[in-house]
């Protein structure tokens, strides 16, 4: 069926949005607040969201967006990243169990303490791409609606407090992330053709791997650039829409109905986040001591978030992309390979207390 054309008022909704966000986006950014540009356009949508606008940003704008942030993240890509990352291997998968134990452990207590059912709760709580982790919990029969809110109430706290803690730690926004040359500059006018290039190969060629938009121009961005192919370019605006482009999709599937279902089990859902958040603080602060590296990227590299928010947080606060890239990327293939026999432990210990 063709569809009709959006409605006046509709494009005045669109509009108003995106005046709003890039406005808020632009005036965090100013104030110096760590991932500013992405955090004002999400909490701007998500005020949009539960108001009832009734806007939906096409999934493929986000993805575009996904594969900006995976390239920018392949810039901080060096082959000193890389030994830096083979010798503390051993750490990080030590890391990655924590997190997803913890995570479980508060899975369990969301049942105990807030009567949300082990199924949901099980996939609620895993530290995971929200996307992912939201796909997986309809094929294993749990309810999406409630997953997808406890994905994305987390994914809120989760930026943040992680906003907060890079503000109170000192750590200011960078001028650039990678390369800022201007598309007017004829050497550069290739380099800027091939990054589009390689973003747009990447999230079709990525369209059924989880955070495939991210990993797969990432991969590939990295290759290039470790084999002297690709120096990438990607101008600030471009980048800045595309931080926008994340944050008003994530922001966007908050609504009156989401709330309204799940407002009953909203503090839960919020508490529940914290803690894991806090536990993973803890966990980073001792991992920071046992690596030798600064708190903040261990804090940004054991965050139960999204990879995306936290590499944008990461470059933004120069930390140590590498490692977040690295810790994030790897508990992220972790849960989605363990996701299913995690969620089943979760589900037979609740049954077993309740019976």
């Known amino acids: 069926m063709p569809t009709a054309l959006p409605s006046a008022k509709t494009l005045f909704r669109w509009f108003a949005l995106l005046l709003c966000a890039g406005t808020v986006g632009q005036v965090l950014h100013a104030l110096a607040v760590p991932a500013g540009l992405f955090l004002g356009p999400m909490l701007v949508a998500i005020a949009f969201g539960v108001g009832g606008a009734q806007l939906r940003l096409h999934r493929q704008v986000f993805r575009f967006g996904q594969g900006c942030v995976g390239l920018m993240v392949a810039h901080s890509v060096t082959w000193a990243v890389l030994v830096a990352m083979a010798q503390s291997w051993h750490l990080m998968l030590v890391a990655t169990f924590i997190t997803v134990a913890l995570s479980a452990l508060v899975g369990l207590g969301t049942v105990r303490f807030g009567g949300i059912p082990g ?34 109430v987390r994914v809120v706290c989760v930026v943040m407090i992680g906003s907060l803690v890079s503000h109170l730690l000192g750590a200011t926004p960078g001028s650039a ?50 084999a002297g192919l690709l120096t990438i370019t990607l101008p600030q605006p471009l980048l800045a829409c595309a931080y926008g482009a994340i944050g008003c999709y994530i922001g966007l599937r908050f609504d009156r109905q989401t709330v309204a279902y799940v407002w009953k089990r909203l503090p839960t859902m919020i ?29 940004l590299a054991t965050s139960p978030g999204g990879l995306d928010a936290m590499a ?25 390979l363990t996701g299913a026999f995690c969620a089943r432990q979760i589900i037979r210990l609740t049954q077993v207390r309740s019976g």
């Open 271 to 299: 508490t529940g986040a914290v803690v894991l958040i806090v536990l993973c603080a803890a966990c980073a602060y001792g991992l920071a001591l046992a690596m030798g590296t600064d708190f903040l990227s261990m804090y």
């Open 312 to 336: 944008i947080i990461a470059v933004e606060t120069h930390a140590d992309v590498g490692l977040v890239l690295a810790m994030q990327t790897l508990r992220l293939f972790g849960v989605i």
């Open 119 to 152: 199924s949901t709760a099980a996939w609620g709580t895993a530290p995971g791409a929200a996307s992912a982790m939201v796909s997986m919990a309809e094929e294993n029969g749990a309810d999406a609606r409630v997953v997808a809110t406890m994905q994305y």
């Open 177 to 226: 992330a990678a390369g800022t040359t201007t598309v007017a500059q004829a050497p550069h006018l290739a380099n800027l053709l091939l990054s589009l290039a390689v973003v747009l190969v990447g999230i079709t060629v990525g369209s059924r791997l989880p955070a495939g938009a991210l990993l797969t121009p990432l991969l590939l961005g990295g290759a290039l650039q470790l």
